[in-house]
């Protein structure tokens, strides 16, 4: 005599079994989409960290790494791990040519089966109940467009004093132990790293190509998940952050550097007339663009009176000011921008 427990493990166990074998056509529960580019030494520690996720039995789910026009072996490693991996879990490799992290999620969306997409970076670890603290989550909050993660660092070196005031800008993100929704009044967007969205809001409010599209080998100008995040909120849903789904975000000595540091604060500054304007209504965008440059200008002089010449020895007071001058000078920046864009297009 067969249990009730028993019969539903057995349809679940079927339903894994037919998603394997017809990902486009079996309805799954959840994604997890892991962009990435030139990811081959990191993309392992992500997907061992995915094999042994807790209590996800009882989900339909599959994993799609989407590599970013890699150069090195990533697509080899995929391949690898295909062989060896978890026949009730469909494990997908999908190429796309476009550079930028925008476009790689876009990817994702596009070919992903599952009402839920939980986006990791190639160099953030999810904790063993990651997948289903982000279900459950998404199941008690069903108007939650974004679920942001709870991420923390894992720093190969010391980073530099006083850290913890540009940590946000690393994708360091902790709010607390309790659920937090992400108030639109205060203009603070959590990271992508770690966020689950649900595809039918993200296809219905965000745009297939962004203005912002991410950094790149030749740019480190930003800001396409503040973007993306930005058109959900706007949309009328709501952002929250998730203290149990917990990340560790695997920070190596080369972007501790004040150079690489310098240039990640100025790739950030510089996307933030985007961001900003894309956050008001159209009539309110010109006296917001006077009142940023004015709250700017104002922040630039009372960071140079307080650090003087500190502000050119403290890492993090380098960093800052970058931030500052690459923020008033995002405006000028993203219309230059526009313009080159313009007139490729037109020589085209």
């Known amino acids: 005599m067969i249990s009730v427990l028993e019969h539903v493990d057995r349809l679940v166990s079927l339903r894994h079994v037919f998603s394997r074998l017809f990902p486009n056509k079996v309805g799954l529960d ?5 962009p990435t580019y030139n990811g081959g030494s990191r993309l392992p520690m992500v997907l061992e960290c ?6 996800a039995h009882e989900l339909s789910w599959e994993v799609i790494v989407v590599d970013n026009n890699s150069t090195d072996n990533t697509a080899e490693i995929v391949h690898k791990y295909q062989k060896q991996w978890n026949q009730q879990i469909p494990l997908r490799y999908a190429f796309e040519a476009k550079q930028g992290a925008a476009y790689a999620r876009q990817k994702a969306i596009q070919i992903a089966t599952s009402p839920l997409i939980g986006f990791l ?15 459950r989550f998404a199941e008690n909050y069903p108007k939650a467009g ?7 660092g894992n720093f190969e070196t010391e980073p530099p004093e006083n850290f913890e005031r540009i940590a ?6 902790e709010r607390g132990s309790a659920p937090m929704m992400y108030d639109p009044s205060q203009k603070v967007i959590p990271p992508s790293a770690g966020m689950v969205v649900r595809r039918q809001v993200w296809l219905d409010n965000v745009p297939k190509e962004l203005v912002l599209t991410g950094r790149t080998a030749k740019s480190m100008l930003t800001g396409e998940d503040t973007e993306s995040i930005l058109h959900i ?3 009328g849903w709501e952002i929250w952050y998730n203290p149990h789904m917990r990340l560790q975000h695997q920070i190596p000595a080369a972007r501790l550097t004040r150079q690489y540091l310098k240039k990640l604060c100025r790739g950030i500054g ?9 956050s008001c209504n159209p009539w309110q965008r010109a006296p917001m663009l006077v009142l ?11 960071h140079c009176l307080r650090y003087r010449q500190a502000v050119w020895n403290d890492d993090v007071a380098a960093c800052e000011l970058t931030l500052y001058t690459a923020s008033l000078a995002s405006p000028f920046f993203m219309a230059r921008r526009h313009l080159n864009q313009r007139f490729h297009k037109s020589g085209a």
């Open 50 to 55: 995915l094999r042994w996720q807790l209590n």
């Open 270 to 278: 510089l996307s933030r007339y985007r961001t900003r304007m894309l």
């Open 30 to 34: 959840f994604s997890v989409a892991i």
């Open 233 to 235: 909120q706007r949309a």
């Open 146 to 152: 974004v679920i942001a993660s709870r991420i923390r």
């Open 168 to 173: 946000a800008l690393l994708a360091l993100t």
């Open 121 to 135: 970076d190639d160099d953030t670890l999810p904790d063993m109940t990651w997948l289903v603290a982000a279900y």
């Open 292 to 302: 940023y440059t004015i709250n700017d200008v104002r922040k630039i002089l009372l």
